[in-house]
């Protein structure tokens, strides 16, 4: 059809191709019949083959006898890595749908999404794409679903339940329909299809949607499609009218038969090859042979197409507007085109909106005016989820094998304020955690937009001691023991690298505290310091001068003396009484060490927080010895330390953070200052895995009780 239209419209062109067909049902049969053209027939171009793995052998072989290959259905990503100049893809590269399906995802806040694919040149190809596009929106991809082709029943089973004991609840799936439906046929049977499931299919299935039947489509209820859209031209609506009457005639047997998007690619593959060849001065249609022995292979004695170099030029330079659109090459491969988004439902597919290179996802496509809107929010249609819902899924779920959160929590007995573990004397375990930070996890769970439930789990050795530091706990999370940990955990920039912190619920930061040196003065002539002697001895002068003027004259003279000398005594008291309480009062606030410095020149002891990090910024940041550091537990057990002194086993200085200083200077207000250094942390937050679904929602519910009057009643 597509040659008979070309040179319907195109009498006067001087060329006409002749089609030698061959049936290549599989990955050898292409190969031979490939070879059996180039040899034997010495074709020109070769349109073809059907598949991806067929055309990794056809486009070497290509190559080598400078035959251009002409795909119209062959989508992998992985065969541009071939850069071979002779292979042409008249189709969508695999690749090129992989920024669609990313904006989906980040348009419904997914954090997690699992490929399921099949185990070929095919399925394989797209993944790299697809796992860095995930990756560029921070989504992980926590596992790696392969179908084999010959997958039984009981094998796809088997790695669907796999799926049902993971929390990721949102799939995208990229396989022929052959063994899609069999895909979704038993997932459903597995209840993989119900509310809360997130199904996502590539333009590999969607593309050839009509062609399956009702129990297909019944077991695909809610999943999202990505298709590539062609424009609905009357050209396109003529050809499909036509080629369905002409199929009829051919096969009357067949009823209801529809043409895939492969025909109209088809299609346009054979102008673009039709319109270069009568742009070549094709005079000789030989090949150049090359001289091998007699013991020489069928790929030794190939032969090489003198007019392949000028043909690949020819391709590269034809633009016309096709049935699928705009047809230009750029490196061999078509551009990235608009994509339509179809929803299942009922007996059929329904578009709910498109993905454009530059609007991202549109509810209606406006060629003509394109705008830049935002790739985060939905702007789609009406969607139904699996499971006939409307409200989009939250894209994970707690595994069906685990049925609560282990949360791991720290076991501190000297700050309990913040977290405290209550042990059963007779059984050993915790009878109650309590404190702070965990009545501030109550109110978070409170504020979650869905039940979680969970359990506490003491970081600690079977006597109820710690079981180490605040490090090696969060490392719990990062090796699955515990699913978060809830305590006094501070958010540091090397433990981010490995965990998730939520939003800080406390404000914190790092800085030294140090005794209080009393200065007062204790003799009993402390009163006479505030003035010096000079003004001392001015003063006195003064009182006797005016005393003989007021005694010997009286005047008006004198009473405008007196008016003068009481202003003048008025502000005298006023600097002494300022002077005098300056000098009983501020001076006893004078600390004993005012530089972390001077510590280090003098190898005076610091203290730090038993298991806090504290202990690596002064080991690292200040250098400072091992033997110049002193751990302790308790606030009262750092005053015993202060009271010993550096020089008699105690300590000079503590570098602490503030919540916990707070708690200190409460019961040691008197005595204890705060001076530099001064560091900032990003105070405590609760620690999840990396990626977990579950932070974003906690991050919420944070903000919202530290924005209300719940954070109020806790402290």
Known sequence: MALSDFYATHASYRTRIVLNPRDSKDVIGAAAAALYLIKNVQV?????????????????????????????????????????PYFFRATQNDSSKVKAISTIVVAFGWREAVPIYIDDEFGEGIIPYL?????????????????????????????????LTMQTRVFIVHMPPSLGTRLFALAKEVGMMSEGYVWIVTDGMTNLWSLTNPPTIDSMQGVLGVRTYFPGTNELENFKVRWKRKFQQDNPTIINAELNIFGPWAYDATFALAMAIENV????????????????????????????????????STKFRGLTGDINFVNGQLQSPVFQIVNVNGNGERRVGFWTPKSGLVKELNLANRSTNSTHKPNLGPIIWPGDTISPPKGWKIPTNEKKLRIGVPVNGGFSEFVKVTWDPNSHTAASVTGYCIDVFYAVMVAMPYVVTYEFIPFAT????????YDDLIFQ????????VVGDTTIVANRSQYVDFTLPYIESGVSMFVPIRDNRRKNAWVFLKPLTWDLWLTSACFFLFIGFVVWRVVSNLARFVVIIWCFVVLILTQSYTASLTSLLTVQQLQPTVTYIQELLK??????????????????????????QLIEYQSPEELHDLFTKGSANGGVAATLNEIPYMKLFLAKYWFKYTAVEPKLRTNGFGFVFPRGSPLVADVFKAVLNVTQGDKMNQIE
């Open 477 to 484: 999370v990062y090796n699955g023991t515990y699913d978060a």
């Open 462 to 469: 079977p006597d109820g001691k710690s079981a180490g530091t």
């Open 281 to 316: 001065s094709m005079g000789n249609f030989s090949f150049n042979k090359t001289n091998v022995s007699s013991s020489g292979t069928d790929l030794e004695s190939l032969g090489v197409s003198q007019n392949g170099p000028q043909l690949i030029q020819a391709l590269s």
């Open 44 to 84: 020109q171009a070769i349109i073809g083959p059907h598949t991806s793995m067929q055309a990794n052998f056809l486009i070497n072989l290509g190559n080598k006898s400078q035959v251009p290959i002409i795909s119209f259905s062959a989508t992998s990503p992985s065969l541009t890595f071939l850069r071979s």
């Open 602 to 627: 003098k190898e005076k002891k610091v203290g730090f927080l038993k298991g806090s990090f504290i202990e690596g910024i002064l080991k690292g940041r200040f250098r400072f010895p091992e033997s």
């Open 131 to 163: 796992t860095d596009a995930l990756q560029g929106i921070n989504v992980r991809v926590p596992y790696r679903s392969v179908i084999p082709s010959p997958a039984s029943d009981d094998q796809i089973s088997e790695e669907l339940y796999k799926l």
